[in-house]
């Protein structure tokens, strides 16, 4: 099992551009989310599915949209990149949104906006 | 609202020495709470949890951590540090509550000195 698995690993992108960002897990998990995390500020909750169908904003989805594909794929597109999402991007998968579950991540996405 | 806090951005230990890394929460109910390794480049992987039960936990790799409901702390603790076990730790709290999502520390960089 590969886990949960991230394209690309790094980008440098120019303000404006867009992008998507693609995250795939292998563990028939039903929940994935995508957080951002930058220096001294932790993992922040951007977006996140509970199951295929399903999604939801966590604490700053301003900037992003997301897309669950299917029950493995879950992607992150960015319509007009500016340079505060300059940040590293992780993926993550759990069985359900239940507390006890725990989530597992993929290596992540280094992204930089110039 | 819970909140997390890792009251220390860096902690440095001997090789050989024992170590603890601190979380404190902050939540109006009962948490789950997790801990989180982050090696060089690589995305968080899962150490251990609290759900319920035994107050001392054991996880991955010798850790084990201790929830004081007194002191809402949870505490990650390793009898003797290995250099290899330097790494970015995050804590995580959340309640059991499907509206609730899970909320990581800033994280607390642990530097093992040989």
């Known amino acids: 099992n590969a886990g949960v698995t991230q394209t690309p690993k790094f980008q440098v992108l120019k303000t404006g551009q867009s992008m998507t960002l693609q995250c795939a897990q292998d563990m028939n998990h039903n929940s994935m989310y995508w957080y951002r995390q930058d220096p001294g500020m932790g993992l922040r909750l951007i977006y996140y599915?509970?199951?295929?169908?399903?999604?939801d904003k966590g604490e700053v989805p301003n900037g992003y949209n997301v897309s669950r594909l299917n029950k493995r794929e879950f992607s992150l597109r960015l319509e007009s990149a500016a340079p505060s999402q300059t940040s590293v991007y992780f993926c993550?998968?759990?069985?359900?949104?239940?507390?006890?579950?725990?989530?597992?991540f993929g290596p992540g996405t280094r992204l930089t906006v110039l | 609202a819970q909140s997390v806090a890792q009251p220390e951005d860096q902690v440095n230990v001997a090789e050989g020495n024992p170590l603890t890394v601190k979380c404190t929460y902050s939540?109006?109910?009962?948490?789950?709470l997790f801990w989180y390794v982050q090696y060089p480049n690589r995305g968080l992987q899962f150490l251990l949890k609290?759900?319920?039960?035994?107050?001392l936990v054991k996880g991955s790799y010798g850790f084990e951590a201790e929830f004081n409901k007194s002191q809402t702390s949870f505490h990650l603790k390793k009898p003797s540090a290995l250099v290899s076990d330097s790494a970015l730790y995050f804590c995580a709290v959340i309640l059991f509550n499907r509206d609730d999502k899970i909320i990581f520390g800033k994280g607390t960089r642990l530097h093992i000195l040989p």
């Open positions: 993550a998968s759990s069985v359900s949104l239940a507390g006890a579950d725990t989530q597992y």
């Open positions: 599915s509970a199951s295929e169908g399903t999604t």
């Open positions: 939540v109006s109910g009962n948490p789950y």
């Open positions: 609290y759900i319920t039960g035994d107050n």
